[in-house]
């Protein structure tokens, strides 16, 4: 959908959003909010503080993880410190858009480092796209989630051309074996599949969050926990500012990632999504199993697995969205209200690596 475009549901007056924090908060004290005269005798010495409910809800919705005790930092956009009026910054189900100049790094790291967390990296580097790898993992050593353990998992057919970069302390690079498939969009298409096997049989066991990112792209500038959440999708470069019908969705209602004209919110990038990892299984789960449907019944949706991904963040939203400063496309000049890059394509030919 259009940044600025509401959506085609019948207008409805919506609360402000910390309304409806606070409405569905209140079950954490009830007493807060009954006649004066009641309180007395309904509070008991564990309840919660109303204010301290509707913070720990808000990191919730932030990242994706429960609050076990206070919560002592800002999160945007809901912080008046860090707001842009330029662009939306946040999506009718109240799930933040994280763009430059929206969040506080030192504040997010001051709450995300006692966690201890690992956060996981998959990208796939099948054929002629082996060569990405090096540029991809020095780019991120630098960039991406500095202070931070990370694993970095590589699919490849061919793991004995994957080069050795040097790594940070509490990092490390495995290669994850895959069959080599004749045609690019088979490739595409098994991702979601072999994402998930992985899931269930090693990375659940060695992560927190799992971000599953393209080899042909390059940090340019820091990537860090104001990405992290429950489920995270990345708004596509080339239709973040135009109107949704011109949304590449697969529009045949006989394919599994069918969404009806005149429907739908943002349009995907299939370069760029993640989360807590027990949410990224279920997704690439839900999403392996439309594209099996399509295929028994002999169809290749529009744009591969990026359309069953568009069909699955219609009917489930993510909880978080990363502005297209993280998928850029080089290709394409940078409006002003795309005041860095962060993560960019490679300028390649497409021909050339797909024969």
């Known amino acids: 959908m259009e940044l600025g475009r509401e959506p085609t549901s019948p207008a409805k007056p919506t609360p402000s959003p910390m309304r409806q924090l606070a409405s569905r908060a209140t079950h954490c004290r009830p007493s807060s909010l009954a006649p004066h005269h009641q309180r007395r005798s309904q509070a008991t010495p564990h309840s919660t503080p109303l204010h301290t409910c509707i913070i720990q809800r808000l990191f919730h919705i932030y990242t994706g993880l429960r609050s076990k005790g206070a919560v002592l930092f800002c999160l945007p956009p809901f912080s008046s410190s860090f707001r842009r009026q330029d662009v939306l910054t946040l999506t009718p189900w109240l799930a933040p858009i994280v763009w430059e100049g929206t969040f506080n790094s030192e504040l997010l790291d001051s709450a995300y480092k006692p966690l201890n967390l690992t956060i996981g990296v998959t990208a796939f580097a099948t054929g002629k796209y082996t060569k990405f790898v090096g540029r991809f993992v020095e780019s991120a050593e630098k960039l991406f989630m500095k202070g931070y353990r990370v694993n970095y998992y590589i699919f490849t057919n061919d793991p004995q051309v994957i080069p050795r970069v040097q790594l940070q302390p509490g990092r490390s690079l495995r290669i994850v074996p895959i069959k080599k498939y004749s045609h690019w969009q088979e490739i595409s298409m098994r991702r979601m599949e ?49 109107p949704r019908s011109q949304f590449p969705y697969e529009r045949r209602s006989s394919s599994a990632a069918f969404i009806p004209d005149r429907q739908g919110d943002f349009y995907y990038a299939g370069a760029v999504f993640g989360g807590l990892v027990k949410q990224v299984y279920e997704f690439t789960r839900a999403c392996h199993m439309t594209i099996l449907a399509d295929k028994a019944n002999g169809i290749m949706a529009a744009w591969q697995e990026e359309s069953h991904l568009n069909r699955h963040f219609f009917s489930h939203k993510p909880s978080k969205l990363l502005s297209p400063e993280y998928v850029w496309d080089d290709t394409k000049p940078r409006p002003p209200e795309v005041r860095l890059i962060r993560f960019s394509t490679v300028n390649k030919n497409y021909k050339e690596l797909r024969d």
Do not use: K
């Open 194 to 242: 072999a994402i998930n096997r992985h899931i269930a049989e090693v990375s659940h066991q060695e992560v927190n969050y799992l971000f599953c990112l393209d080899i042909d792209m390059v940090f340019h500038n820091p990537w860090g926990v104001e990405t992290l959440g429950e489920m995270v999708a990345a708004i596509h470069p080339g239709y973040f500012n135009v």
